[in-house]
């Protein structure tokens, strides 16, 4: 058997890589958010792994230690990780959240196999992740995607569109409509703030969205200012994997 051979056939979690230097860089990581979390007198921040273009076998190291959450941008990298991962107990408790673009055609596979989307931004795709997730299923927790820099060039829901696309979202019964999500530009100083006051607007107009505690702000770059904004979920990758190639 040659070199190329016995990687194929050790593909599921047992790729080689520096794993007491993974976990060092999550550990610091948690220590980040726990600091930011103090300065900003809050608790609740959760750590969302951005696990895209990186080895499952650092999703099942990371697993093990207690993380939770993980991210997921490509559709079928992340399907290939969901399956290798269901048969891992140690990994079996993941929460998988999509956190890529949507295509209209592979909305069941997103039905079908995630916790979590953030990248909601039209109504189309919500009526179809709707119909797509299974009865067996408890509802999909959604986040909409949203455009704060108002942007043409950007993806996520414009401000003035977020009224009808919320209230579109939450009639659809297998659809749990938990917040916004942003990617902001650097030089809008100012979204974190932006967003969080929006979120709290929806929150007191929509006494009936009895789910709405998300607010996913915050990446590798800008976690501590996305807290200090009020930001309840931080996606981090690089920071935790390092550089994506
Ligand atoms: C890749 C990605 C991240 C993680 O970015 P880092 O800078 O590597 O921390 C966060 N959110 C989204 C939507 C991403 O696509």
């Not at 593909?11 to 980040?32: N, P, Y």
């Not at 006051?197 to 969205?209: G, P």
């Not at 590798?220 to 550089?243: H, L, P, W, Y």
């Amino acid at each position: 058997m040659d070199a190329k051979h016995v990687d194929k056939n050790e593909s599921s979690t047992k790729v080689s890589f520096d794993s007491k230097g993974l976990i060092e860089r999550w550990q610091q990581t948690l220590g980040q958010i726990k600091d930011a979390c103090e300065s900003s007198q809050t608790d609740n921040v959760t750590l969302l792994a951005v696990s895209k273009t990186k080895p499952v076998s650092m999703i099942a190291a990371l697993a093990e230690q207690g993380q939770q959450h993980f991210g997921e941008n490509y559709l079928q990298e992340a399907l290939e990780k969901i399956e290798v991962l269901k048969n891992d107990t140690k990994a079996s408790e993941v929460v998988w959240h999509y956190i890529g673009s949507i295509q209209r055609n592979k909305t069941r596979d997103i039905a079908e196999n995630f916790d979590w989307v953030q990248t909601l931004e039209r109504d189309i795709i919500a009526k179809r992740l709707n119909e797509q997730r299974p009865e067996s299923m408890t509802p999909l927790n959604v986040l909409i995607q949203l455009n704060i820099d108002n942007e043409d060039s950007k993806s996520g829901c414009l401000p003035s569109e977020l009224p009808k696309l919320i209230a579109s979202i939450k009639d659809y019964k297998r659809l749990c409509l938990r917040g916004l999500m942003i990617i902001p530009s650097k030089a809008d100083t100012d979204a974190f703030v932006r967003t969080q006051k929006l979120f709290n607007e929806i929150k007191d107009a929509h006494s009936e969205l009895i789910a709405w505690d998300t607010l996913s702000m915050g990446m590798s770059g800008d976690m501590a200012e996305a807290i200090a904004g009020g930001s309840t979920t931080v996606r981090v990758g690089t920071a935790i994997f390092g550089a994506r190639d």
